[in-house]
């Protein structure tokens, strides 16, 4: 590795902490990754960090090694678990490409340390390793989607062929839990639509192109329901979750998580699941405090 080359990859590790945190404030705020917004500042920092700090493994080689293809298919696997859609991770990785342009120090190095063609021959090899990652990614990420659809589709079968029995499971169990007690005097005949309402729509809620903004809308029209009804909020989340339990518990969802789902792709499922029942409690929580001042 040429000196010029190393100072630059060197800058890259030791200030790997101050440009991701410069990067999460863009990301969290650009108009083209609002997905970010809602995620966890210091997991999507961390996130950053690693890349920066994996940065060198990559000027080492004129190809790009196993390692780092194994770690860029690992940022795809991090990201899709977060919810993160394709595009948005892409766009992120180019802002992190910027972020290390916009670095005081990095701006330097171009300006008075390396001469014109040390300054381009370090730039077009940053650009093509962000090509490269661009094409691993998005080749993991698709990877992805698909085994998880695949695989995801076979639970979903089994749920929407029992969804009946799973709905009037979870209507007998609010109906008599202690953590939801407002659900008690609500006979079992009305409760019994909104979880096959649920159940009908998941397919579409996890994996519906457009999933984020009708899974959003979904949620505050259960939020309604349940206002409706009297049903206060920590009531209302807490007996979404049973829904989800109460699909898991169902024997033969059991059977074939267990049996026929590999360890990874259960793990995908479970991960899917998780997330979109994080975004119901945000919104269903955002539906009843929006309707607080109005009461009080």
């Known amino acids: 590795m040429r000196t010029y080359t190393l100072k630059y990859v060197e800058l890259a590790e030791q200030h790997a902490e ?16 609002p997905t970010y917004k809602n995620l966890n500042e210091q997991k999507i920092i961390f996130q950053c960090v690693q890349f920066y700090r994996n940065f060198s493994k990559m000027f080492v080689h004129e190809k790009i090694s196993e390692e780092v293809q194994k770690y860029f298919r690992s940022y795809a696997v991090d990201c899709y678990a977060l919810g993160i859609p394709m595009a948005e991770m892409v766009y992120a990785l180019i802002l992190m490409r910027r972020h290390i342009w916009l670095y005081a120090e990095f701006q330097m190095i171009f300006s008075s340390l390396i001469n014109q063609q040390q300054a381009l021959d370090t730039l077009n090899r940053t650009i093509l390793l962000f090509d490269y990652a661009s094409y691993d990614v998005t080749r993991e990420y698709q990877e992805l989607m698909k085994r998880d659809k695949l695989e995801s589709i076979k639970l979903l079968d089994i749920l929407e062929s029992n969804v009946v029995e799973i709905a009037a499971n979870w209507a007998a169990t609010v109906r008599k839990d202690r953590q939801t007690v407002y659900y008690h005097n609500i006979p079992k005949e009305k409760l019994m639509p909104q979880a096959i309402k649920f159940y009908s ?14 899974g959003r809308e979904f949620f505050r029209q259960y939020a309604e329901t349940c206002r409706q009804q009297g049903i206060p909020l920590h009531e209302a989340i807490y007996a979404l979750n049973v829904m989800r339990r109460q699909m898991w518990l169902h024997d033969e969802f059991q059977r074939t998580f267990v049996n026929a789902l590999a360890h990874q792709q259960a793990v995908d499922s479970l991960m899917r699941i998780m997330l979109l029942m994080d975004y119901a409690a945000f919104d269903i929580t955002h539906y009843y405090q929006e309707r607080m001042p109005q009461e009080n």
């Open 18 to 33: 101050k440009m991701a945190k410069r990067w999460a404030l863009d990301v969290q705020n650009n108009a083209k990754t």
């Open 201 to 214: 729509h998941l397919r579409t809620l996890l994996f519906d192109p457009e999933r984020f903004e009708k």
